[in-house]
């Protein structure tokens, strides 16, 4: 991209646009990254006073021009669009994100929209009232950037949450996003955290690395800059870590506690064989918009009334 440094009066934003949409041709949507490069850098996120501006014919400066170019290279090389700006959209949050701590993604939502529906829908006919989330107990493991974890405590205001993380990388950013919110954060193993509320917990979500190591993932992006540690589950199959978190929920689980994990689409056999075996019963899959199932719901059975 080329600044017209001849003209004082700068360069008008809607041609410096087309230019950066051109020069991120290769990326999956030229536009409408190029689009929210610019709001991040001129108009605090804002693409509505972005569209504004570009409209009314507002010129930039070449200093601005410049700034606005690198950020295009940078995301024309296939780093991050999150990375860039250092935050991601996450069920109508803004969560805070870079290198070191894997993207969230919007499947994921479907993980926390399917828990809320559960837990929503346990405590109001427990009680006839909302306040009854407030006894609720619920921890996300592996939760990365603190994505389920932040969504389900901005949704359950009142209900106890924790979260729990290993990687030092990804922590600054888990912090940044949970402490606001009041939720718990523990740094540590996953599969050996919390034990002292062993057996207390009325949900257990996770959304961890599942990927099988010859599954690559296509996209640079994820491939080059998500954690190896958030992405494959180890084995053959990537089944290893979704395997011991799947044991590790039902021991955290209290009788009648809900466990919600994500994983790969090609997984689902050998999820729900899975779930069966660790223990959990009325199995299910959630599958996404495409129909291809992304997540498996189970519950820890409630020990048999004794008979009279």
């Known amino acids: 991209m080329k600044v017209n440094v001849h003209d004082p009066r700068g360069e008008e934003l809607a041609q410096v646009l087309t230019r950066a949409t051109a020069a991120l041709a290769q990326v999956p949507s030229p536009r409408v990254d190029a689009e929210l490069l610019a709001a991040h850098l001129l108009y605090a996120g ?30 024309a090389s296939r780093e991050p669009l999150q990375h860039i700006t250092g935050s991601a959209p996450f069920y109508r949050l803004e969560l805070s994100v870079g290198p070191g701590v894997f993207v969230p993604r919007p499947e994921t939502e479907l993980l926390v929209e399917e828990a809320l529906k559960v837990l929503n829908a346990r405590t109001k006919s427990a009680s006839g009232t909302e306040s009854a989330t407030g006894a609720l107990r619920i921890v996300d493991l592996c939760t990365g950037s603190g994505a389920i974890a932040a969504a389900i405590k901005s949704e359950l205001p009142n209900a106890q949450v924790f979260a729990v993380e290993l990687s030092e990388e990804a922590i600054p950013y888990t912090r940044k996003n949970l402490e606001p919110l009041g939720v718990h954060l523990v740094q540590g193993d996953a599969l050996t955290a919390l034990p002292e509320l062993t057996g207390t917990f009325d949900a257990v979500l996770s959304n961890p690395p599942y990927i099988p190591p010859a599954n690559v993932p296509a996209d640079p992006e ?43 689409d090609t997984q689902e056999e050998a999820v729900a064989k899975l779930l069966a075996r660790v223990g959990f019963e009325r199995c299910y899959p959630v599958r996404d918009l495409n129909n291809r199932p992304r997540h498996s719901v189970g519950y820890k059975p409630r020990p048999l009334e004794p008979l009279d």
């Open 46 to 75: 804002s693409r509505s006073r972005l569209h504004h501006a570009a409209l009314m014919g507002e010129r930039l400066t070449p200093d601005q021009v410049a700034e606005y170019e690198a950020l295009v290279a940078r995301r």
């Open 222 to 264: 994820a491939a080059l800059h998500d954690p190896d540690m958030a992405l494959y589950g180890g084995g053959e199959d990537g089944m290893q870590m979704p395997s011991a978190i799947a044991a590790r929920a039902f021991e955290l689980l209290a009788p009648g506690g809900l466990f919600i994990m994500e994983h790969d």
